[in-house]
């Protein structure tokens, strides 16, 4: 779990002093991956309190992180500092949550990201990390996983030294996140409750985090105030509570076949969750229901023909990729799942979408 978490409106402001404790020396910088989004943004990048050699680095989010990503930017903190970080701060949405996380888990660990992607395979402790999320849903500030995409396959670093050592919630950073995408993150929340409740590994602890993280994601999708401030509070956390809730049971179909779209397509985690959701109603029927209604309710039309022009090469690349997420079937259906997922089965959902 996470050690340490502040919350709260301009809580932003408490990282100098947050960090003043963790600076191992002058030459070890705390080195800071913001979001591009924020670059020439001085609401957010005057407030990073930088001294002595600590470095921002902007990058974009515009694509998921990739395992080569961190392996760059890992040699490049190593080439450029005399010492070790004191510490990676990461600033922005799961993008940047997920590569604060590996690059820090990186830079003690031998050879390259590809080399972790699975369960307990890091072997030394990471160096201190910090995840401030500036956008809700993906619960990616409180797992235990930092998801990246290497050669050959999407799959997460999970270990005991990927959680972050400390987050700073502030309902402020979430001002600003244009109306799809505060929708497409939001509704990651929502589908990462309804498949911890609705699978056979929901227990207790799951389903305590889970049941209150729907209760806020209702509050905030099918409620009279949208975006306003306390939509912002509850979206931050219900994204925690849900976040909770999976890492103690597991995700579902929607997020297998997600996989699979972004693995062939590209397609990003929180828009793909959604397109695959919208066809589950024979899964999910009361979820399915509700998630339509948030989606009129924001007015969110979702790309369609995705899928429409695909050879069966490709057809048969998201299928790989969604068949081999076994536990998450398992959660789903139960043992017996490959029963009714056959890859006919598969291929008939992701033809209309
Ligand atoms: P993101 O980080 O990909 O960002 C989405 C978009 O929102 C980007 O264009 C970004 O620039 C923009 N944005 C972020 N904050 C903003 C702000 N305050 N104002 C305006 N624009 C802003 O979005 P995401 O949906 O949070 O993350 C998706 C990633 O999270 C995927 O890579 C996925 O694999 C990962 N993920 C990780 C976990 C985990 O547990 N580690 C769980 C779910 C998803
Ligand atoms: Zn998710």
Known sequence: MVSKVVFGRGSFNQLEEILLLKRLNVNAPFIFLVDEVFQGNDKIT??????YEDEVIFISAKEEPKTCQVD?????????????????????????????????????????????QGWDLVKNPAIYHVGIPTISGTGAEVSRTAVLTGPEKKLGINSDYTPFDQVVLDPELIDNVPTPQWFFTGMDCYIHCIESLNGTYLNAFSQSYGEKALELCREVFLGDHLNTQAAQDKLMM????????????????????????????????????CIVFDRLEEFYPEGVKEFKAMKSKFNIDLPQGLCKDLSDKEFNIMIDVALSMVPLWENALGKNWNKTITREKLRSIYEIM
């Open 46 to 51: 005057s407030r990073i309190p930088l001294a």
């Open 72 to 116: 760059a930017l890992v040699e490049y903190i190593i080439l450029k500092f005399k010492d070790r970080p004191s510490g990676i701060i990461g600033i922005g949405g799961g993008t940047l949550l997920d590569l604060s996380k590996a690059v820090s888990i990186m830079l003690t660990n031998e050879g390259e990201a590809q080399d972790y």
């Open 238 to 273: 219900a994204s925690w509570h849900g976040g909770m809730s999976i890492a103690y049971s597991q995700v579902g179909i929607a997020h297998a076949m997600s996989y699979g779209l972004s693995y062939l397509l590209g397609t990003k985690h929180g828009i793909g969750n």
